[in-house]
């Protein structure tokens, strides 16, 4: 059921928009970083255009000039469009081998890098079983106050299955903080939304399992 409605807020996203302007490549900050400056449209006209979808955002599609002067479609992930329609598909898991080999990925699609270490063989309102990989959005910002905090004074020893129980007043649980950033089942003190901020515009949950899952969710 978790995976269910997680699927459908996951696939909560417009048609991939095509954004181009023209201009030399620059890049964000010192040091690297991703490409700011776009080719010319028709720079990628005959290029396959990539559909990969976002985790928190929605995708747009942008025509990037790479390190070797050679233009490419590019997926980078935006917020969301908050006046626009929910799009409720159901996205169901498909039987082992239904999609055959999985491709093979091109990290240039997503400017963030992929969910996961490989794909997922999936079906969108039962229609065909068809490779499907995510790509990450872009980090939180502590700066810009994105970022969700972790009060790690409430943290206790591990638990879990294979772990010893916790004490009176605590709870086992595992903490998904940020993207990357997951502390394992330990005993949280207290309500366990109380060892995790989240910032604003999300509120903590606790997902009932065992351990439970504490996460921070859109308002």
């Not at 991703?34 to 747009?60: D, I, K, M, N, W």
């Not at 169901?92 to 990290?107: F, I, K, L, V």
């Not at 700066?143 to 972790?150: F, Q, S």
Request: hydrophobic letters at 30%; aromatic letters at 2%.
């Amino acid at each position: 059921m978790l995976r269910s409605r997680f699927a459908a807020v996951l696939l909560a996203v417009p048609a991939l928009v095509v954004a181009c302007t023209s201009g030399p490549a620059e890049r964000d900050g010192e040091g690297g970083g991703a490409l700011t400056e776009l080719c010319p449209a028709s720079a990628c006209a005959e290029q396959a255009r990539p559909s990969h979808e976002c985790v928190g955002g929605v995708p747009s599609l942008r025509c990037n000039p790479r390190e070797s002067g050679a233009c490419r479609w590019q997926v980078d992930c935006v917020p969301p469009d908050p006046n626009a329609p929910p799009d409720l598909r159901g996205v169901s898991q498909c039987a082992e081998g239904a999609c055959g080999a999985e491709p093979t990925w091109d990290p240039d699609q997503c400017v963030h890098g992929f969910v996961g270490k490989q794909g997922s063989c999936e079906s969108i309102d039962r229609g065909p079983c068809e490779w499907r990989r995510s790509c990450l959005p872009k980090p939180c910002s502590v700066e810009d106050g994105t970022c969700n905090t972790l009060d790690r004074s409430r943290l206790g020893a591990p638990c879990g299955a294979e772990g010893a129980s916790c004490p009176d007043g605590s709870t086992c649980g595992s903490i998904a903080v940020n993207i990357g950033e997951r502390i394992e089942p330990v005993c949280i003190s207290g309500d366990p939304c109380s060892a995790l901020q989240c910032a604003a515009g999300r509120s903590c949950s606790v997902l009932e399992s065992y351990p439970v899952q504490v996460v921070c969710s859109s308002n």
